[in-house]
């Protein structure tokens, strides 16, 4: 019997799937719009710090949302886009900025 055992363990088709294709979940945008009270720091801050940013990038997209009005500053899985853009109006509301920032 452990032979026959051995076989079966050892063999391409031990009746394990080899599909190896899945479906990647879909992906959203994080996007920041720009306000007259929340401050630049404040931004390029959240960005550095909850969005993973190199500071010079988070400049970047600070200054694309004050001159343009918006800017996607990222495109994750619904569940970090969730998760990143509520930790976001919490740290805003925490610190008495209106900073809007949806999910799309």
Request: overall charge negative.
């Given at each position: 019997?452990?032979?026959?055992?051995?076989?079966?363990?050892?063999?391409?088709?031990?009746?394990?799937?080899?599909?190896?294709?899945?479906?990647?979940?879909?992906?959203k945008r994080v996007v920041f719009y720009n306000d007259d009270y929340t401050t630049m720091d404040f931004v390029v801050d959240v960005l550095v710090s909850i969005f993973n940013k190199s500071h010079d990038e988070a400049e970047l997209i600070m200054q694309t949302v004050h001159q343009k009005g918006s800017a996607v500053v990222?495109?994750?899985?619904?569940?970090?886009?969730?998760?990143?853009?509520?930790?976001?109006?919490?740290?805003?509301?925490?610190?008495?900025?209106?900073?809007?920032?949806?999910?799309e």
């Open positions: 019997m452990s032979d026959l055992f051995n076989q079966t363990q050892n063999t391409p088709s031990s009746g394990i799937a080899e599909d190896t294709s899945f479906e990647l979940p879909p992906e990222g495109i994750y899985t619904y569940d970090i886009a969730v998760s990143r853009t509520n930790l976001t109006k919490a740290i805003a509301k925490k610190n008495g900025f209106p900073l809007r920032v949806e999910i």
